[in-house]
């Protein structure tokens, strides 16, 4: 059984400015993400700004979230590294706390074949229990892609590795694994721009961005779509493709917190070496927000 169904959000995490977490304002967050009717709250992935937290940091922010959350829906815990050794502690220590499943992003810096790939992997699903979706991101990970073939063989091989995030963009590539696969992969977009093409492929859902500021609307697209109203799951779509494209018209999270900003929801600031948006950017991120209703 999938970790979860439809849309789940990869949560910001919000700083003060002095650059400390900022938990009043994190659970307004995800208690307005349960409202909006987010299917699962994805925590310190790379939208939460983990690669910039201490273990300890990680960790508490991992807690925080599940006990606000408090199994209403289920909380994946961002758990990867480019050290396995790192990576099984985090993830160990995130079973502990009581996160329903683990986001593991490939490697990053390393550039590991696609056997180390499969041994990395393996070993940080070994050293726990609950359900581990893979992150294949190529962009931000060195061009390290995790082939079908890998995939696939690790999904069938190891109990506890379940699925992908993809974020790959490679249609014929997300098309081949899926064929591969054969029901044994639980596939998620990982680009909100694409949600409704991966459903079509077979996917459960979307990790999305977008969520952070529309929970209801990217829950729908996918709900719509599950309920065979796919006509009107694709006009969500692309509903929201102008407001997508300005979500990403800087390096994540720049824009989505500037929005959430725009909104008084109290992202707070990004923590080097990411920046404030250029004056320029902000602009055609709100524009968009205006068309879309949210401001």
Same mark, same amino acid.
């Given at each position: 059984?999938?970790?979860?169904? $439809?849309?789940? #959000?990869?949560?910001?995490?919000?700083? @003060?400015?002095?650059?400390?977490?900022?938990? =009043?304002? *994190?659970?307004?967050?995800?208690?307005?993400?349960?409202?909006?009717?987010?299917?699962?709250?994805?925590?310190?992935?790379?939208?939460?700004?983990?690669?910039?937290?201490?273990?300890?940091?990680?960790?508490?922010?991992?807690k925080f979230v599940v006990d606000q959350v408090n199994k209403r829906i289920p909380v994946i815990a961002g758990t990867g590294s480019n050290c396995t050794e790192t990576a099984i502690y985090l993830s160990q220590?995130?079973?502990?706390?009581?996160?329903? $499943?683990?986001? #593991?992003?490939?490697?990053?810096?390393? @550039?590991?074949?696609?056997?180390?790939?499969? =041994?990395? *992997?393996?070993?940080?699903?070994?050293?726990?229990k609950i359900p581990i979706l893979l992150y294949n991101i190529p962009s931000r990970t060195g061009g390290v892609n995790i082939l079908p073939e890998t995939v696939v063989s690790l999904c069938n091989e190891v109990?506890?590795?379940?699925?992908?995030?993809?974020?790959?963009?490679?249609?014929?590539?997300?098309?081949?694994?899926?064929?591969?696969?054969?029901?044994?992969?639980?596939?998620?977009?990982?680009?909100?721009?694409?949600?409704?093409?991966?459903?079509?492929?077979?996917?459960?859902?979307?990790?999305?961005?977008?969520?952070?500021?529309?929970?209801?609307?990217?829950?729908?697209?996918?709900?719509?779509?599950?309920?065979?109203?796919?006509?009107?799951?694709?006009?969500?779509?692309?509903?929201?493709?102008?407001?997508?494209?300005?979500?990403?018209?800087?390096?994540?999270?720049?824009?989505?917190?500037?929005?959430?900003?725009?909104?008084?929801?109290?992202?707070?600031?990004?923590?080097?070496?990411?920046?404030?948006?250029?004056?320029?950017?902000?602009?055609?991120?709100?524009?968009?927000?205006?068309?879309?209703?949210?401001?």
């Open positions: 059984m999938a970790i979860f169904t $439809g849309a789940g #959000v990869a949560i910001v995490t919000p700083f @003060k400015e002095d650059g400390s977490v900022n938990y =009043e304002r *994190f659970a307004e967050q995800i208690e307005y993400q349960i409202k909006g009717g987010t299917d699962a709250i994805i925590v310190c992935g790379t939208t939460g700004e983990a690669s910039t937290l201490s273990h300890e940091e990680h960790l508490a922010v991992i220590e995130a079973e502990k706390i009581g996160a329903d $499943g683990l986001l #593991v992003v490939t490697p990053y810096y390393n @550039k590991a074949t696609q056997k180390g790939l499969k =041994e990395h *992997f393996t070993m940080v699903a070994n050293s726990v109990e506890n590795i379940v699925g992908v995030k993809d974020a790959t963009d490679n249609f014929s590539q997300i098309a081949r694994l899926m064929a591969l696969a054969d029901g044994s992969v639980d596939l998620y977009s990982g680009n909100d721009n694409q949600i409704t093409p991966m459903l079509a492929l077979g996917a459960k859902g979307v990790i999305s961005v977008l969520s952070n500021v529309a929970p209801r609307q990217t829950h729908d697209i996918c709900a719509k779509w599950f309920d065979g109203k796919i006509k009107e799951s694709i006009k969500l779509q692309l509903d929201a493709i102008e407001l997508v494209g300005a979500l990403f018209c800087e390096v994540n999270p720049i824009p989505v917190k500037q929005a959430m900003n725009f909104m008084n929801m109290g992202a707070g600031i990004m923590r080097r070496p990411l920046t404030t948006m250029e004056p320029e950017n902000a602009e055609k991120l709100k524009t968009a927000m205006k068309h879309y209703g949210l401001l």
